[in-house]
């Protein structure tokens, strides 16, 4: 079973939303149930309810992060996962200092979208339409990179 792992500072935003969209698009796939999909963050507080403006940002595009409760990386939960994909370079760095012996498993979502490598960055305290054009790119990164994600997943997990 192919697992991945988003990653980005709070996991309130940007991760759960990566999910979600990376979910949908296994919606069209025969193997949908196969997948384990999951979201943390680099630095948060565990259990942390989404903040309001972020679930407000995530409802506008059909997704509910009421019930989700941020979670820090792990050693142990990082480990397992075939692919780690993080939202900016400064998440790469801060996890191969933690966790070098999975470099080989940390992408850049940009990258994996087949950009030249960017960060996406975080739509909170920012203001609504700056925030909803991060959303809309984190959406088309994550359509962008399926396949390749999609692919390098179960090569990995094999």
Known sequence: MPSILFVCTGNYCRSPLAVAF???????????????????????????????????????VGVDLSKHR?????????????M??????????????????????????????GLSPYDIRDPIRKDNLTAQEIIRDLRECIELAFETIHQRA?????
Not at 70 to 82: R, S
């Open 154 to 158: 179960y090569t990995t997990a094999e």
């Open 22 to 60: 990376f979910k949908n698009c296994l919606e069209k796939t025969l193997d949908k149930n196969n997948w384990q999909v999951d979201s943390a963050g680099t630095w948060t507080r565990c259990g942390s309810p989404a903040p309001p403006l972020c679930i407000e940002l995530a409802q506008q």
């Open 70 to 82: 941020a979670q820090l990386v792990t050693f142990v939960q990082i480990e397992k996962y075939d």
């Open 84 to 113: 780690v994909i993080v939202m900016e370079k400064s998440h790469r760095e801060a996890l191969l200092t933690e966790f070098p012996a999975i470099e080989d498993r940390i992408f850049l979502l940009s990258a994996l979208a």
